[in-house]
């Protein structure tokens, strides 16, 4: 049986299709896949090479600042920290003019490497009294971090203001 021109058309497009069809399945869409996997794989390591570059540029200020900390008072004893922190409170209240009224220190117990010293003060003064003491500890050379501050008034007029302060200090623990 002899095919007429046009059936010998419509076979060859079919078998065309059919291998067509067989070719994208197999082997057209796998490389797609894998190349648009290859392209993310490529982003994600990118971004982490950006990161660990970004890293390895702070790691000397980070030296630096921590070789400062060691220098300013980060202590292997507790109570040197303590007494460290006491001392830089007592002077950098009577720069500022805050009267301190109370200071009380909670150590408390962590996992890690560095201990950690909670110390919970409360004092009064005035306004510009009070900013100069919150600078001073912002800035200090000292290890120490602000956890959370209240501020509030005697009066009206905020001439006279009170402030509780929770902050805390680190040691290395041996």
Same mark, same amino acid.
Request: a negative charge; charged letters at 25%; aromatic letters at 6%.
């Given at each position: 049986?002899?095919?007429?021109?046009?059936?010998?058309?419509? *076979?060859?497009?079919?078998?065309?299709?059919? *291998?067509? /069809?067989?070719?994208?399945?197999?082997?057209?869409?796998?490389?797609?896949? *894998?190349?648009?996997?290859?392209?993310?794989?490529?982003?994600?390591?990118?971004?982490?090479?950006?990161?660990?570059?970004?890293? /390895?540029?702070?790691?000397?200020?980070?030296?630096?600042?921590?070789?400062?900390?060691?220098?300013?008072?980060?202590?292997?004893?507790?109570?040197?920290?303590?007494?460290?922190?006491?001392?830089?409170?007592?002077?950098?209240?009577?720069?500022?003019?805050?009267? /301190?009224?109370?200071?009380?220190?909670?150590?408390?117990?962590?996992?890690?490497?560095?201990?950690?010293?909670?110390?919970?003060?409360?004092?009064?003064?005035?306004?510009?009294?009070?900013?100069?003491?919150?600078?001073? /500890?912002?800035?200090?050379?000292?290890?120490l971090k602000i956890k959370s501050h209240q501020l509030g008034?005697?009066?009206? *007029?905020?001439?006279?203001?009170?402030?509780?302060?929770?902050?805390?200090?680190?040691?290395?623990?041996?």
């Open positions: 049986m002899a095919l007429t021109r046009r059936e010998q058309k419509i *076979m060859y497009l079919t078998v065309a299709s059919v *291998m067509f /069809l067989i070719f994208n399945t197999y082997v057209l869409e796998p490389i797609l896949d *894998m190349r648009s996997e290859t392209d993310q794989m490529h982003q994600t390591l990118h971004t982490q090479v950006d990161r660990s570059l970004t890293t /390895l540029k702070r790691k000397k200020q980070m030296q630096k600042r921590w070789a400062q900390m060691q220098q300013a008072g980060l202590s292997s004893d507790v109570q040197k920290a303590e007494a460290m922190v006491y001392r830089y409170l007592e002077e950098s209240s009577q720069r500022s003019g805050l009267q /301190l009224g109370s200071v009380q220190p909670d150590r408390l117990i962590t996992e890690s490497e560095l201990g950690e010293i909670d110390f919970v003060l409360s004092g009064t003064g005035s306004m510009r009294s009070v900013t100069e003491f919150l600078w001073d /500890l912002e800035t200090a050379a000292i290890p008034s005697k009066n009206e *007029m905020a001439k006279a203001m009170t402030i509780q302060i929770e902050l805390s200090t680190v040691y290395v623990k041996e």
